[in-house]
Nanobody
Framework: QVQLVDSGGGLVQAGGSLRLSCAAS????????LGWFRQAPGKEREFVAA???????YYADSVKGRFTISRDNAKNTVYLQMNSLKPEDTAVYYC?????????????????????WGQGTQVTVSS
C-alpha cells in the first residue's frame, strides 16, 4: 500500500513562489508515475504536472514555463516548484501516484489514472 503526504502550501502574493512536497511510503518509489493535480472551489480536480520513472515531465498548458515537477528517488519525494504564481492558481493541490507505465512513456492526465492520493495542501495566491 502506498501512502502520500502533501506539504508546503500557504498564502503568497501574486508573482511569488512556493514549493510543494509529497513524501511517499510503501512500494518501489522509483517505478511510480507521479502527478500533481489541483481543485479550486466549485471546480473539478484538474491535472497540473506529471513525472514518470525516467524523469520525463509533462505539464498542463496553464502552468507550462512557471511550474516544475521533480522527484528525488533517494528521499521518496516528489516536488512541485511553482513560480510566477497567479490568483487563478489558488486551489487545493494533491499529489498522486500509480504503478502503471513502468518502462514506458505512459502518464495519466485524469484522476482515474492514479490509485494513490495525498491529503491535499492549500495554496492561496492573493492579488
Amino acid at each position: 500500500q502506498v501512502q502520500l503526504v502533501d506539504s508546503g502550501g500557504g498564502l503568497v502574493q501574486a508573482g511569488g513562489s512556493l514549493r510543494l512536497s509529497c513524501a511517499a511510503s510503501g512500494g518501489t518509489f522509483s517505478r511510480y508515475v507521479l502527478g500533481w493535480f489541483r481543485q479550486a472551489p466549485g471546480k473539478e480536480r484538474e491535472f497540473v504536472a506529471a513525472i514518470i520513472w525516467n524523469g520525463n515531465t509533462y505539464y498542463a498548458d496553464s502552468v507550462k514555463g512557471r511550474f516544475t515537477i521533480s522527484r528525488d528517488n533517494a528521499k521518496n519525494t516528489v516536488y512541485l516548484q511553482m513560480n510566477s504564481l497567479k490568483p487563478e492558481d489558488t486551489a487545493v493541490y494533491y499529489c498522486a501516484a500509480d504503478t502503471k507505465g513502468y518502462r514506458s512513456n505512459w502518464y495519466g492526465r485524469t484522476t482515474y489514472d492514479y490509485a494513490y492520493w495525498g491529503q491535499g495542501t492549500q495554496v492561496t495566491v492573493s492579488s
